[in-house]
């Protein structure tokens, strides 16, 4: 087209994020997104499921929030309330669960309600991207807090706290991820968690728990939600149907005591989430979630060890990890003359794609050497691939691993 | 729970809006809310459509964006850029198309790109409740242009741009419903708009232009959308699935130069929109889409027909209103004396739900004795007993209509 193109550049307000690149495709070994494994995606039930709920109910399509209101597909909400009790031990009904269009859309909730710019909030020193993006975009301070093989440290969150206090400083809550912690998959233990509360509780600050790799635990052991130890009901908790079904679906939820979620639902103007994903989600999960879950995380413990084998063969002692104890992704440390803010764009030249450390945490340096690698998504073959020409590439540039062995191509 | 409820409230960030009300359900003689005609969802074909694209590609549900990357799935931007150029006369492509939750979010990323508190906007003096209630959250000055039976008048909307530039205020762009106009149900004529693409370029403001009632004309004929006719590209163009197919679905989709979407795109942080309804919206529409709406439509204009039988009957003459050429919604004179602020809640209490004009009015003096009732989701018998029962009770608080007629309860 010959047509001179307006310029919207001067209207635009300001602050925008730089404006978006064309999409170019996926790398053909991909570590990075929170895509699932989709040999165990449960197809055959998700399609049965989608015949029965819209041959029973699919008129109700015709109604904004079905017949269910503002906060969702009641159905769904009646699970996740049996599903909460059952692994969590949270106490809800579905009056206190709302409905959100992913886990993204509870964290922009969430945040929405609380953050102005100019605000503090604490959160793990490594934590999920999309939230520490939010917190910039947002002009908020996160103040990162170390973490250990048991999730976040509770000594250094009490010193975090106290030294906010002695500077007048009260946070607007404690983002956590406490269970298969991202990125690091750490669990907190039960201890730690009532240590938490109590500090929330000596500083006033509430909690907010994102619970959503949750159910992908090896052993299906875990401690309670923080929310379900709350005695002073100050804990908001998120999750995902993304992780344990299907990612693209854009399912996910949130529990809040009423004068939190009130607050949450009036900032919610979408006229609902996706309802029909909704319908298909709780017809399928109400019979079929405890038994596919188990099948789910069999498969992503086999590509964990594919992965871990892929990097003690190609990069020896110059890969440190500890064993995650479930999700989808692994945190690697690699010797510190590694920067993987620079690993990443000469291992997307050659088709493998990582989370750069510093993406991933508060502190750039600690993180500078480390990289995110999930491992869900692809096959295993993918990521023997894919790792034997990450270490050639890392070799080639920061010659790591000193040696490496000869790949087959 | 005898639990002591920790106060969030100091810790909430100014400005919120008022918490949300428990929901208590729809009223039963409804004539509010873009709800659809559930007889004449396409239920069949939606369920044939959802058993085909997922037993071809239900598989990619696992990773995020399905195989399309961010912008949605690329077989329903394809679909889109044919329908738009058929009905429209737009002409583009899936690239120049952002798939979105519905086209409540299309509003959200087209106001988030642009306007900042204090800015100014031009819209129709009578306008949809939702982008009106999006200005004044962000603090936004809409002017409203009068409109007459063809939509926006030029020489006002000419008086208002002169008004503002003499003021040193430059708008940030035109929000228009040019094809049946919610809540006046016009449609703005082909040389109105090129009326309004040349005060656009005169005054260097750009175009949003809300199309999402443009599918449900009663003679299927409507003028080239203003993007199509736009020299400059200088207009985004937004729509939704929600009115031609279903609401719940929540799938709508902006049409803009990539200058802009590649901003919008920048800020939809919500990793995609609902695969599933995307995916079973495409397969339905490809081949179903332009067969459905006449059937659709056809039903509609019966429903019209039957509120305004039943607004003769009962209010007489002090209902006046203007035949709609589309849509679902009746706009409606009552006499001066009626406040529909007053009205509502009393009609609420009779089991009627309608929306107050200064809901839907930047000039709460010119419409606070207007209203607006939605007519595709009550059956015929509904409309006719909630018409009944609603001139009662205004005949009740305001004496009119003078007489009314016996009420068959």
Redesign the interface.
């Known amino acids: 087209?010959n047509?001179?193109?307006?310029?919207?550049?001067p209207?635009?307000?300001?602050g925008?994020?730089?404006?978006?690149?064309?999409?170019t495709?996926?790398a053909p070994y991909n570590f990075t997104?929170?895509?699932?494994?989709?040999?165990?995606?449960p197809?055959a039930g998700?399609?049965a499921a989608?015949?029965s709920v819209?041959?029973r109910e699919?008129?109700?399509?015709?109604?904004?929030?079905?017949?269910s209101?503002?906060?969702g597909y009641r159905p769904l909400r009646k699970f996740l309330a049996q599903k909460l009790k059952r692994d969590a031990s949270i106490?809800c009904s579905a009056?206190d669960i709302l409905i959100t269009?992913?886990s993204?859309?509870a964290l922009?909730l969430v945040n929405?309600?609380?953050?102005?710019p100019g605000?503090t909030v604490i959160c793990e020193r490594d934590s999920y991207q999309?939230t520490l993006?939010?917190y910039t975009r947002l002009g908020v301070t996160a103040v990162g807090v170390p973490l250990d093989r048991d999730g976040m440290r509770m000594d250094a969150l009490a010193a975090a706290l106290a030294d906010l206090k002695s500077r007048g400083v009260?946070p607007?809550?404690i983002y956590t991820i406490p269970t298969v912690q991202n990125p690091t998959g750490t669990i907190l233990p039960e201890s730690r968690r009532a240590e938490m509360l109590k500090l929330a509780d000596d500083y006033g600050v509430?909690i907010f728990e994102d619970d959503c790799y949750c159910d992908l635990i090896w052993d299906h052991k875990r401690p309670p939600a923080l929310h379900a130890m709350?005695?002073?009901?100050?804990v908001i908790h998120i999750g995902s149907f993304s992780k344990s079904i299907?990612?693209?679906?854009?399912?996910g939820y949130i529990v809040a005591?009423w004068?939190?979620l009130?607050?949450m639902?009036?900032?919610k103007?979408?006229?609902?989430?996706?309802?029909?994903?909704q319908m298909?989600l709780a017809e399928y999960c109400k019979p079929h979630f405890e038994e596919h879950v188990p099948v789910l995380t069999r498969g992503l413990r086999k590509k964990l060890d594919t992965l871990m084998e892929s990097l003690a063969e190609r990069f020896g002692t110059a890969a440190e990890f500890n064993e995650p104890k479930g999700g989808i992704f692994l945190w690697v440390k690699l010797p510190d003359n590694v920067d993987t803010l620079k690993l990443y764009p000469a291992a997307l030249k050659a088709g493998v794609a990582i989370n750069p450390g510093p993406e991933w945490s508060t502190d750039k340096t600690h993180s500078s050497s480390r990289m995110r690698l999930c491992f869900a998504?692809p096959t295993h073959e993918e990521i023997r691939k894919g790792i034997a020409i990450l270490a050639e590439v890392c070799h080639r540039e920061f010659g790591v691993p000193a040696r490496i062995s000869n790949v087959a191509r």
Chains 1, 2 share one sequence.
């Open positions: 087209m047509a001179p193109n307006f310029d919207f550049a209207l635009l307000r300001p925008l994020p730089q404006p978006a690149a064309k999409w495709g996926l997104g929170g895509n699932n494994d989709a040999d165990e995606l197809l998700l399609i989608a015949n819209m041959a699919g008129r109700t399509l015709a109604t904004y929030g079905l017949e209101g503002p906060q106490a009056d269009s992913g993204l859309q922009d929405g309600i609380f953050l102005a605000d999309g993006n939010r009260r607007k809550f509430p709350s005695k002073s009901n100050n299907a990612p693209a679906l854009r399912v005591p004068n939190a009130s607050r639902l009036a900032t103007t979408d006229a609902g989430s996706g309802a029909l994903e298909v998504s």
